[in-house]
């Protein structure tokens, strides 16, 4: 009995030993270096492209711009912004953002989504109402790029005050469709947009596969 | 018998008894069968949970709630449902090794206490030298794993080509944090570690707030989700940012049978500290690149951003204070992130390379040309890291593990673990037992021949 009473005591204390082992951890505080920028001429050097969101994960576009070097290809596809155009940079869902007026930008970016649904959200954002049925592509403007068929949605607010005119092109990945779209969005100020548009469309039709 | 030796006779000799009841060979079965038992079960659970949640919980936990579905389904065929009750209650991985350790060492002892004991002192011992060390060995291979278990840190590391990364991500835990960017060098991290949101999430009905005197705010942690699937949903005013729109369900996590990644998010009310009123209540999550593949989740983000401002996304929602509608460059920012570690120097990646085999798209090699900038110690180091190739530095151990040489990324597993040299060190001395007690009988037979 008493070799019993041993090995419980022993085990017991073991146990008590073991569960007192974890430790409660603590609200802490402490400082950084803030996230560096990647060095474009290394980049450049590897033929790989700059600003892909994943490039720097976890970080968030500087905003003002000077710092950053505006991108020329995308994932597979070249293109060629106007030099007036402000790079500022990307964001957790776009790959590339420009400023061109302080009330006007152009995005890039890649998302799923029937077209439906994508131009019903966009009348959203312009305060009108959702079209009935669904929207026919072969309705809608075509610009032909050496990478595909860009459709474009242009659409404006009531009173004329904001325009979107959105290029939308299915995403490829060797060949095949993955599903996503590239959107190249131009929107902003109606008068502004209306300014950009001629530079837009040539932006749009000069795209081709990067080198 | 004289009266001190029948005194002696029933005097308990306490750590004699203490010795043979803990050195029991019977025990050390028990205790091994227990162990068999125990990988049994824990394998099955990986059917059920994730790896990691049954290495810490079945194989690192002092004890482990099994339920006894996860057996009987074997017979029964496997249900989709959550498992529940009845449990069988055992005895987790670091108990079963602890007493076998404790089993280890008083065989030992008991060992060498009776060869000591014996007339023939020194033959015994000398003939014995060799299961000594072995005993030895092997209890340092049993502390070795607890040093780990308890110890051992890992994370993933994430480096651009052309830049630099200074910290890993843990993978596996959370943290709320409120980041302030305001200074143009250096960011200031004020960070709530999962554990203690897990804590007051279970208590939220209490209505227990998290006040430090270095968050900005006090935080209610309304809930907590280890893994969460997230919906478009009409608008909540309760809300502010994407989780207005979007909603999270709590979700099993994935099981360690499954290569999905699991999301966790957290629901916080932050409450201003002066007048203690609520500012609002946020969604936030941790893994939102993940959510982009869910069309309808795309376009419900956007839709908030559009709301919102582009420089809005899900996890990271700056907080407009009380009245200030819009956003600012370098306002506070809140975010659910994996648990970071900082390193206190930098890793540069200066080159990715990823070949095939000619003519498939078999990987060949992976490969990651780095240097570490170490200000404090004046080092600069390169290294080439490739698949068992790993740069050692400054306790740290950084294996390739990732990489998109397509976008120029190379990911590196960090590992940090005080103990990783006593399974090594354990084999060298039961190798080194063994030679000794081959060397011993070799030489006993000899000498017996020669006789």
């Not at chain 1, 017991?12 to 082992?21: E, P, W």
């Not at chain 1, 402490?30 to 994943?54: A, E, F, L």
């Not at chain 1, 131009?186 to 502004?192: A, I, T, Y």
């Not at chain 2, 227990?208 to 270095?214: A, R, Y």
């Amino acid at each position: 009995m008493r070799l019993n009473k041993n090995v419980f005591l022993i085990a017991g204390f073991g146990l008590t030993a073991l569960v007192g082992c974890g430790e409660e951890a603590e609200i802490t505080s402490y400082t950084t270096d803030k996230p560096g920028h990647v060095d474009p001429q290394v980049r450049d050097q590897m033929g790989m492209p700059m600003n892909h969101p994943s490039v720097m994960p976890g970080t968030q576009p500087s905003g003002n711009g000077e710092d950053l070097v505006a991108p020329t290809q995308l994932d597979g596809i070249a293109f060629e912004v106007p030099e007036a155009w402000r790079y500022t940079g990307v964001g957790q869902f776009l790959l590339a953002s420009f400023q061109i007026t302080p009330a006007t930008k152009m995005t890039i970016s890649q998302a799923g989504g029937a077209l439906t649904a994508q131009v019903n959200r966009w009348r959203g954002q312009l305060g009108l109402g959702s079209v009935e049925g669904e929207v026919d592509p072969a309705s809608l403007e075509h610009i032909e790029t050496a990478v595909g068929e860009m459709l474009i949605v242009d659409l404006a607010s009531e009173d004329g005050t904001r325009r979107m005119r959105i290029g939308m092109m299915p995403h490829m990945s060797d060949g095949q469709p993955t599903g996503q779209t590239w959107f190249f969005k131009l929107d902003g100020d109606g008068s502004d947009v209306e300014e950009n548009v001629a530079a837009f469309d040539s932006m749009l039709a000069g795209l081709s596969p990067a080198q | 018998m004289n009266d001190i030796a029948m005194i002696e006779e029933k005097t308990p000799n306490i750590p004699k008894l203490i010795l043979a009841a803990t050195g029991s060979l019977k025990i050390a079965v028990v205790l091994l069968s227990l162990g068999l038992f125990l990988v049994f079960v824990g394998t099955l659970a990986q059917t059920r949970l994730g790896t990691w949640e049954v290495i810490d919980t079945y194989f690192r936990g002092v004890y482990v709630m099994v339920p006894v579905r996860l057996i009987t389904e074997l017979f029964q065929g496997k249900e989709n449902e959550a498992l529940r009750g009845p449990y069988l209650f055992f005895p987790g991985g670091f108990t079963i090794l602890g007493l076998l350790s404790l089993n280890l060492l008083s065989a030992m002892c008991q060992k060498i206490a009776r060869d000591c004991k014996s007339s023939a002192r020194a033959v015994l011992l000398r003939r014995h030298v060799g299961i000594y060390i072995l005993h030895v060995g092997l209890i340092v291979m049993f502390a070795g794993e607890f040093v780990t278990g308890l110890y051992a840190e890992e994370g993933t590391m994430t480096i651009p080509v052309g830049g630099w990364a200074d910290h890993v991500e843990d993978h596996r835990a959370t943290e709320l944090v409120f980041l302030d960017t305001s200074d143009p060098e250096q960011d200031r991290h004020i960070v709530i570690p999962e554990s203690l949101l897990m804590r007051h999430a279970a208590t939220n009905g209490d209505g227990e707030i998290i006040s430090h005197s270095d968050l900005p705010f006090d935080v209610r942690v309304e809930d907590y989700m280890t893994n969460a699937e997230f919906l478009v949903r009409e608008r909540v005013a309760a809300f502010r940012g994407a989780g207005s729109r979007i909603g999270a369900n709590r979700i099993p996590r994935w099981p360690g049978t499954e290569p999905r990644q699991n999301i966790p998010a957290i629901t916080v009310t932050l409450i201003d500290k002066e007048n203690g009123q609520p500012i609002g209540t946020w969604l936030c999550a941790a893994a939102p690149e993940q959510l982009k593949l869910n069309p309808e989740l795309s376009i419900a983000l956007e839709r908030v951003e559009s709301v919102l401002g582009p420089d809005m996304p899900f996890h990271i929602l700056s907080l407009p204070l009380a009245g200030q509608q819009e956003v600012k460059e370098g306002m506070p920012t809140m975010q659910l992130r994996l648990a970071r570690r900082y390193m206190g120097y930098r890793v540069y990646l200066d080159k990715v390379e990823h070949d095939v085999y000619d003519g498939t798209g078999l990987p060949r090699n992976f490969s990651s040309d780095v240097r570490v900038a170490d200000q404090t110690a004046g080092v600069e180091h390169k290294s080439h890291i490739w698949m068992n190739h790993p740069l050692r530095y400054d306790n740290e151990t950084f294996y390739q593990h990732q990489m998109d040489a397509g976008v120029g990324l190379t990911g590196l597993m960090v590992v940090n673990n005080p103990g990783a040299w006593l399974p090594y060190i354990s084999c060298g001395i039961v190798t080194l037992g063994m030679l000794v007690q081959f060397s011993v009988s070799l030489f006993g037979y000899g000498r017996r021949s020669m006789r």
